[in-house]
């Protein structure tokens, strides 16, 4: 157990899964110092029975097994009755300080445009020619989520595409191993996919809006599906699944994800048609939480950003900690998904089948990456 | 192990975990005595195998490690081919017996009206003059789910409120220790909140209708939430939680129940967003079970109440049961929830923005809490 | 653990739980020799990292802890890069080779036809009169499952029915011990019952859809929840869970299968009241996949079937078993539901009951059968 008290510090015990190890996760990625603990082989982990805070210093979410801790929390004095997380922002209400605004004006993403109004980033992707998911997105990606995880950043993020015909058409597959690399950078060992670093996007303190219009596939599509909440624009939206059409599971989060959003017979119509869904079905299946019609879409999301992003941050940590820990895929599963597709994709059937997609414009603004749904029959019968 | 042969006694094994321990509680709060077995480390517990009717003393629903099992079952000559449960009632399907009849007329709540039609009881929430969960409305939940408890209680309860604009507000935030404490009173050491006292609900052997008109927020939503099934009326039916926009997550059941019925995407917009979401919306995101024309309502949940009064209660109690083994949260994760709720609603960030509403209007019939969710709104800009 | 090298063989690590078992049991159904590994007690079992095929002897899916792995997996040769698993198909996109169409042409059976076009395989439910899941149908069942598993077998297999009105009414009430006789043929011990021979149905290697027209209940719907999609009649279909109407919860997989579909409230309610839905209800709570127009049912299925049956296999196996392993219940819960069910249908409720249905035409295509919600309301009523 490593002890380090500087700052605020969290002291969660039961902190070995369920509840108890999210909102260490949390507090740790919201910029507090945690302390955590567990005890050895328990059954019933994760029971939170008390908290305090300890002047400026600590906070301590205990369970009775508090004592099996050593450390500072035997020598903190509590002082029950007061915020579980007291940031050390003077006022709360009043927007992100001038840290965040400093930094967050000057960071600068090749592939990404930012623009912060009060507490909320608007991140806008633009990869020309058609915003492949390739090394430099994932490049900025890793820094924007480097950038989100300061206590003082931004509380809401909202994703868009300078595209509109595409939001994300789907990896990159020319440079599958170089977009990995750069996945690795964000993670420790085992980390080194698309699928992991999602995870840390789920994972992030900062709330997550995905706006869409155009086309999500793929890697696309798991990239909105990391997020906390997805709008969609009801006339000119498609997302999809492709990759069983091309020869390998989705990698990336996909299989997770939809089966836990759209049960067992949704998910695999969804996965194994790889077919393209247009907003109105993706809202019915559940992909999506909503779709709206175009002319309404910017304001509804400004406005969802614009609430939540006034609303306590500790509040809305603690809630999204909370819904992550019941509803995000194990991380060993996240990586197998990974693992199998970047066997997969190596292998003699995702070459043959991608070359004849790049004889049709695979990865260009063609009817092929317009209409990958349908391009995929056609590779069926021509073979 | 606590044997006790008096009545009917049901020998349950495996019953650590899974469906074994969810037969054996839907069995003990039927009315039935209940002997559990399970065995120390066993990889699949719950697995059943035989059950057999003991005479009129027993009925043994026994895994392969029956012999496990120090007690009577050892005694038992086993008696194929009957029932696995058979109540001491002469004939199902004549309704409740006079014990039942007798209590029902004479129970008498000061915040709820019942009345009994056959195996129906109708309970209205009428506790002026908004109907917030305060201590009298706990501690009258609390001995409605004592009577429910009683093997000849109503088969069905059928759940609405005297009060065309609430449902629930919400719990009276002036009285958060006085109506813990009276949650504490329905259980045992831990059970201390109103998200223990809702599950409770959940596991009652009765089934529990919720029949929503007006508004239905926090613990309010909670409470339907905990209901095995909730239909509301299509005009006139508000649910949210407001708890982010105060300060806290939701303590009572919410963050469990949404997530597992709305999904990652629209529990965490629900939460997150503290908005309130009409009878519509509602119902396309999975909350309730269905929106009806307000005409309608009332005819159409007598019906299902009618209806599923009387079908054989055993059959009621097993499908319950195992539903519940699959779809209920934790007792640890409802714990942890209410702990942090608890802890939170005393900080300075909930005690300040609650200040701003009570000036506002809050826990009276004001614009305040007939449309909270844009009042959180305004509590953000006016600061 | 068991070694066998012939043919192919997949060695697979990990493979005590999750995803790693998932693959395993997917290759093996699949025609592929597995050879499963996995460590003691370890936490996170399932981490995928390496993927390597040698020659055409084997493949090996390896995590970390392969050398734990005592057998072949050391003497082979890793060469990387290529597929997964290579079927010995010479072209994976030309369909099924002469082993399958001969066997499936000559393939018969008293109750299903079948008509293989490509690698689409139609299979028509035709037990007069009224389709009820007797001996014969489960026997068939099991053939057809068998038939399934040979690794060069139809890749989709589409389920109908030959009567108008009924998809599957229900069991045959008079041959419970029959037709579970029938179904034990297809497993091991523990798995004499509906509810596990559908599981086996869940896990064949082949993508299986269901096109609904007319009445599927009881175990009719059973059936279908564990096909992996359902599309139906708009104006032609009707489900149902009538079990617990007649005195029993349902036995093979409802409630499993609509617990994770529908969540608590609704399952509840579909199970609770045995009422029937027809199928725009049924799309809307997330029963079906979905509900089209009559006239558009056949084209539609057609086209997912021919698209799907055209895409890699192995891609269509490793997915399926990943969405499996999330999605699907667990054996002992399957086995508790048809034990309790096997039980009670047994017992004097159901029997009174059931003899109550018999003197109104049940089994009979008769108003009971046709409209068999409304006749268990008339059953409460009549006594």
Known sequence: MDLQLKGKVAVVTGASKGIGLAIAEAFGRGGVGVIAGSRSMGVSTGWVTEAHEVADLAVIVASPLAGNITGPSSRSTAAPGRDIVTSRR???????????????????????????????????????????????????????????????????????????DFFFPHVDMTKVPEYTAEAAKAGGPGDASLGMLFRRLSLTPAVTIAKLRGRARGAGSEFLLACDMRFASWENAVLGQPEVGIGAPPGAGALQHLTRLLGRGRALEAVLTSADFDAELAERYGWINRALPDAELDGFVAGVARRVGAFPRDALIAAKAAINAISLPPVADVRADAALFQQLVRGTTVQQRTAALFEHGFQTRSRTELDLGAALDDLNTVG
């Not at 209400?93 to 001038?98: K, T």
């Not at 605004?101 to 608007?122: K, P």
């Open 90 to 164: 003077p006022d709360c209400r009043s927007g992100p300080g001038p840290a965040l605004r400093g930094r967050a004006m000057t960071a600068s993403y090749e592939t990404i445009g930012t623009r912060l109004d009060g507490s909320v980033l608007s991140a806008t992707f633009d990869a020309p020619p058609i915003n492949l998911i390739g090394p430099e997105v994932v490049r900025d990606l890793v820094g924007l989520l480097e950038q989100l995880s300061h206590p003082d950043s931004a509380r809401v993020v909202v994703f868009e595409s300078a595209d509109p």
